[in-house]
């Protein structure tokens, strides 16, 4: 049988250049073309051996190499005969990526796609030696099928805005995912793959166990082939539980408890003596049974010795209420004394303090007696009934530390924070000193150092304690949190401590503290997805978080990142480049292959991949200055600066040099004073663009005015909403431990309102119809004409400014990206009142072409009569900057200093610290 063996041993951005490889190095002639796959190949073989040919196929990305022969040990002899002239140092030599070879019928086949009837006796493997290409022989005959599962295969993914997307993606390779912000990339890699892959797995479970899991639907996908286990590590920030810290979320403080239990003297107990989530109890008593046919009494008592702060309950800090937040005093129940966020007139949490029956709802708080005024604040839970209904209660200030102070502060709606800063008081706890431990534990020491102190070391420097450590008797344990804690440093966290709440860590933080457990495992053939993991690192540390992806996909691992940072698309083995736009203008694939073809590829990644910023030439003049004295929170040493005021000014440094703790820490949030952190937009699925940007209030209120009505019957989370489906636009349909089904609502047809309040118009729109426009066009319907309203319009522009123009307003917000939610929470604060602007990273989720214009908005911004100040690791907007504060050298206690103030030109002048060094590498200084 003639079949065609495939070699991709060269790959060449002209293909003239590389026929020209052929015909002088390697004595080939030109024999002709042939039309292949909707493609031109070109058919070259050697001099004076016709029944040797070799098909060329000139794309940018892969000039391949075909061997067509009857003969294949003759014509590996001859390959062999010129191994000299290929092992000559190549310009730009590739390791092979796959062979294939044309049956009987002249289709294509790939090495992977064998079918059982056809044998392979020969593979040439191009192999990358040194900068040389060297050739060997690979016998196949004895092949095993299992060996030929080595893609992934995607074909007809519709999740989200996918338009039918196709593609094969090689297993044990590093795949990166690239495109504008909303282009779907997360779609296809999280909500598809991964998303499928879960939901698998979990149909391996008994329906019993699968009852208590939660329920997932399959992708929209026609098929998918080849999939493995697939790990997440997404960019969802850590439990906000008060109790939550980096020890406990890594299962790094389990072993240190052990390794106290173990070693600690005085010996105080179990491991449990040493968790400041068990508080020590003990009981005894009495207990009756049956023992040999008679009745038996006996005294039994119990202890448990936890390590449970009891003054903080574990949390480091108390609080005190300030009970006049919680109520005026001068009211009634009845006439709305509670002042509280949810509690609401007529509410359930409302009417079970004015309905209990312990005190008179027509009195005036400040005349209850002793009596009433414990039962309302204090009593303890009561059982009883509020209009039929069993309810349970309780006193209001027990009732609001339970559902509120629980919460960890980053992590509660801006109302519900703004309410608790008000309202309550918090101080670091003065029993515990905010170990969270009680005093036992605390007592307990390894070489003079006690738990509480070990949590609170840097981690670096704990990891140096831990090796210094020498117990044959506790030996494995050692081992497990040495390197546990070396996977900290090696990952570039080696500045946190283990005692830092998990709330209060960045994005990018969470997503590399999630990593932690994933570095040391020993399985293989897991298909590991990223999204974005280069967030938050300053260009210094990238390179550490590329050789960790090298070396999960070195075990024999499948990695699969999204991302948008040159520096990490330049190590892809494979490249996928989605768009061309966002939203309804991109699902589709523009790009799949390497990345320098990606780079002479006219897609939008492939045209702003070597983008770089170049240095102003003139830079804006101060008009004033923040001054910032003694700055000390957490590693900052005392630092004194001025911050430019009317430029645009930007701070930056290696992660964890104090940046953060400088802005968000020494800046005072005063009126006039708007900051936008890195905090996660929050919404269900009711929740949507014109929500989240107040911009629903103005709309309802000119339908209201136009025709005559209330403008709640233009909320569809209000009186408007359609009843059968309350207007949510879809129902709903539970079942069970299998997956739910949503279908679209038959009474509304999807648009959430009543078909009587459809009937109102608005400039000739209805409600529904003004939700499913793109902002841009609701921007001209809303600037002009009979419905403009300038306050909508204003909105609309800010929306349009930060790139989201493409949105409708009616989208949910759990379909959008990380990068349209990072500017869509910008747009909002950009109506905030304030002359000066703290942006913590808001390149976040942003593609290369996307920087661009959240460039322009700064100038904007600055040339407005704004102060902009950034904190930033994106080289195009340090760059771009007026002024630069570099904090450093280092991160933990070796930063929290002052490198350098001054222009980014003078930065990359001196080139005295590591961002500078970065920038004039970025510049091309």
């Known amino acids: 049988m003639d079949i065609t063996i495939r070699a991709s041993f060269l790959a060449h951005d002209d293909p003239e250049a590389s026929l020209a490889f052929y015909r002088d190095v390697l004595g080939f002639e030109v024999r002709g073309d042939v039309g292949r796959d909707s493609r031109r190949w070109i058919t070259v073989g050697p001099a004076g051996q016709a029944d040797t040919s070799v098909v060329l196929q000139p794309v940018a990305d892969d000039l391949g190499l075909l061997l067509v022969t009857p003969d294949l040990d003759s014509a590996f002899e001859w390959l062999q005969s010129r191994a000299e002239v290929i092992q000559e140092p190549i310009e730009q030599p590739y390791g092979v990526r796959d062979c294939a070879f044309l049956d009987p019928a002249g289709n294509l086949i790939r090495v992977q796609e064998l079918r059982r009837d056809v044998r392979v006796d020969i593979v040439f493997e191009a192999v990358e030696t040194g900068g040389h290409i060297t050739m060997s022989k690979a016998t196949s005959g004895d092949r095993q099928a299992a060996d030929s599962h080595d893609l992934i295969r995607v074909h007809g993914a519709r999740e989200n805005n996918l338009k039918d997307v196709s593609i094969e993606i090689p297993k044990r390779r590093l795949t990166v995912f690239t495109g504008v912000s909303g282009s779907g990339k997360s779609s296809l890699v999280f909500d598809t793959i991964a998303a499928e892959s879960q939901r698998l797995i979990n149909e391996t479970y008994s329906a019993f166990v699968q009852g208590f899991m939660p329920t997932l639907a399959r992708p929209e996908v026609d098929v998918l082939d080849g999939l493995t286990t697939a790990i997440t590590v997404d960019q969802q920030r850590l439990g906000g539980d008060p109790r939550s810290t980096v020890g406990t979320v890594t299962d790094t403080n389990a072993m240190l408890r052990i390794l106290f239990s173990r070693l600690g003297t005085p010996h105080i107990g179990s491991p449990k003596a040493f968790s400041f989530n068990t508080a020590s109890i003990s009981g005894a008593g009495a207990v009756t049974m049956e023992r040999g046919g008679q009745t038996v009494k006996e005294r039994r008592s119990f202890s448990i010795v936890g390590g449970m702060c009891p003054r903080c309950e574990g949390r480091g800090t108390v609080n005190d209420i300030d009970l006049t937040q919680l109520y005026d005093d001068s009211k009634s129940l009845n006439e709305g004394a509670l002042t509280i966020p949810g509690y609401k007139a007529g509410g359930w949490g409302y009417r079970l303090y004015s309905e209990s029956g312990f005190y008179d709802p027509d009195k005036p708080i400040r005349k209850y007696t002793k009596r009433e005024l414990q039962d309302f604040l204090y009593r303890e839970p009561t059982r009883m009934k509020i209009a039929g209904i069993n309810m349970t209660y309780e006193g209001l200030v027990p009732r609001i530390q339970k559902s509120m102070l629980a919460k960890d502060r980053e992590s509660m709606q801006p109302h519900i924070r703004e309410f608790v800063d008000r309202a309550i008081t918090f101080m670091v706890c003065p029993d515990c000193e905010g170990t969270r431990l009680n005093e036992g534990a605390r007592s307990s020491k390894i070489k003079g150092i006690s738990i509480a102190d070990a949590c609170a070391m840097q981690i670096s420097d704990l990891a140096e304690w831990v090796r210094a450590l020498d117990e044959p008797s506790v030996g494995p344990l050692l081992t497990a949190l040495g390197e546990t804690l070396d996977s900290f440093v090696e990952i570039g966290l080696g500045y946190l401590s283990l005692d830092r709440p998990s709330g209060t860590l960045s994005g990018g933080e969470a997503q590399r503290t999630k990593m932690i457990r994933h570095l040391g495992s020993s399985l293989t053939d897991v298909t590991y997805v990223f999204d974005e993991p280069t967030i938050g690192l300053h260009p210094h540390d990238i390179q550490r978080m590329n050789n960790l992806l090298l070396r999960l996909r070195d075990k024999g691992n499948t990695v699969l990142v999204v991302e948008h940072k040159p520096e990490t698309i330049a190590i892809a083995d494979h490249v996928v480049d989605l768009g061309p736009g966002a939203g309804t203008a991109g699902g589709s694939v523009c790009f799949e292959g390497t990345v320098e073809g990606l780079r002479t590829s006219d897609t939008v990644t492939g045209r702003h991949f070597d983008d770089r910023a170049g240095l102003k030439d003139t830079v804006r003049k101060a008009t004033g200055a923040l001054e910032i004295r003694g700055a000390s929170t957490h590693n900052l040493q005392d630092v004194d600066v001025d911050i430019p005021l009317g430029v645009l000014t930007v701070i930056t440094g290696v992660a964890g040099s104090g940046k953060s703790s400088l802005v968000h820490g ?89 078909a009587s309040v459809l009937e109102y118009h608005l400039g000739g729109r209805d409600i529904s119809e003004v939700l499913a426009m793109p902002v841009t066009e609701a921007e001209e319907f809303f600037g002009a004409g009979e419905a403009a309203t300038p306050a909508a319009h204003r909105i609309l522009q800010r929306l349009s400014d930060v790139g989201l123009g493409y949105l409708t307003l009616g989208q949910p917000l759990t379909t959008l990206s990380g990068g349209e939610r990072q500017r869509l929470k910008l747009a909002t604060h950009m109506g905030d009142k304030g002359g000066v602007y703290v942006l913590d990273e808001p390149t976040t989720g942003l593609h290369l072409a996307d920087v661009e214009q959240l460039l322009g908005l700064l100038d904007r911004l600055v040339d407005s009569g704004k102060s902009v100040i950034v904190v930033e690791h994106h080289q195009a907007v340090m760059a771009h900057a007026d002024w630069i504060i570099d904090l450093g050298p280092g991160a933990g206690h070796d930063g929290g200093r002052i490198v350098f103030e001054g222009t980014p030109a003078e930065l990359v002048a001196t080139g005295a610290t590591v961002t500078a060094e970065h920038l004039a590498g970025y510049v091309g200084a």
């Not at 989240?692 to 009505?709: D, Q, S």
């Open 666 to 754: 020494s800046i005072p949030v005063t009126e006039g004073v708007v900051s936008v952190d890195q905090g996660a937009i929050r919404g269900s699925r009711r929740s949507n663009p014109a929500t989240y940007t107040g911009l629903l209030e103005p709309i309802r209120k000119a339908f209201a005015k136009v025709n005559g009505v209330k403008p709640a019957l233009f909320s569809a989370n209000s009186e408007g909403a359609c009843p059968t489906c309350n207007g949510a636009g879809v129902v709903y349909m539970d079942l069970a431990m299998m997956a739910g089904v949503a279908t679209t609502c038959e009474e509304c047809e999807g648009k959430r309102f009543q």
